[in-house]
């Protein structure tokens, strides 16, 4: 069963650019979290996915977006790029929204900001 | 607002040998759910254990368990029998009960597994 997959897996970008990162969850899973990890920062929730609909949304600015597909799959967006915006990009499927459902985690893509 | 702390940013255990990751955690809920994952360098984020807070016992998954301490809001991870596999950035999460995947995550612990 193929896992997780995030794509790019690297990605530099200029600021006042936009980006788009995508992810891919496990085959028949439904929710898709975003998270963004900085060193300072640590792990931080950007949004959550079931459905096609956002269930949720973590305390970031109006640039971040995202959207999910029929199929699942769950594409996020960065407008104006800033140099703090460099980071990685974790995104998460689970099978369902409840209960102690386990998350499981793609590689990431790092996105650098020049 | 739910928060998680780890207080140790490094930890270092030689192989075989058994080894405690700390973690506490804030939160006016009743009903949540507490994980470690660990961060290999690969970056994957791969789930160690987890323990549903309703329930007493303390989980365990092979040579990993947890001490959780639900009126301390503490929940420890331990590896016995420490493996050079076990190499990586360890992360303690919480999570509500309700319909909510939006993970709170500790700063990370990472563990060097001495040959």
């Known amino acids: 069963k193929a896992g997780v997959t995030q794509t790019p897996r690297y990605l530099i970008k200029t600021r006042g650019q936009q980006v788009t990162l995508s992810c891919s969850p496990i085959?028949?899973?439904?929710?898709v979290s975003w998270y963004q990890q900085t060193p300072g920062q640590g792990l931080q929730f950007l949004f959550e996915y079931f459905s096609e609909t956002q269930r949720n949304k973590g305390n970031f600015p109006g640039r971040f977006s995202g959207r999910q597909f029929s199929n699942s799959r769950s594409e996020m967006n960065v407008s104006t790029l800033e140099l703090g915006d460099s980071a990685l990009y974790l995104c998460?499927?689970?099978?369902?929204?409840?209960?102690?459902?386990?998350?499981?985690f793609g590689q990431g893509t790092r996105l650098t900001v020049v | 607002a739910q928060t998680v702390t780890q207080s140790q940013p490094e930890m270092s255990v030689q192989e075989a040998e058994t080894v405690t990751l700390s973690c506490t955690y804030d939160?006016?809920?009743?009903?949540?759910?507490l994980f470690w994952y660990k961060q290999p360098p690969s970056r994957q984020m791969i789930l160690v254990i987890r323990?549903?807070?309703?329930?007493?016992q303390n989980a365990t998954e092979n040579r990993f368990s947890v001490n959780f301490q639900k009126a301390a809001k503490s929940f420890s991870l331990k590896i016995s029998d420490s493996q050079l596999g076990d190499a990586a950035m360890y992360f303690c999460a919480y999570r509500r009960g309700d319909n909510n995947n939006d993970m709170r995550f500790g700063a990370g612990t990472r563990l060097t597994v001495k040959p």
């Open positions: 939160t006016s809920e009743s009903d949540y759910y």
């Open positions: 998460a499927s689970s099978l369902f929204v409840s209960e102690g459902t386990e998350a499981f």
């Open positions: 085959s028949g899973h439904r929710s």
């Open positions: 323990q549903e807070a309703y329930k007493q």
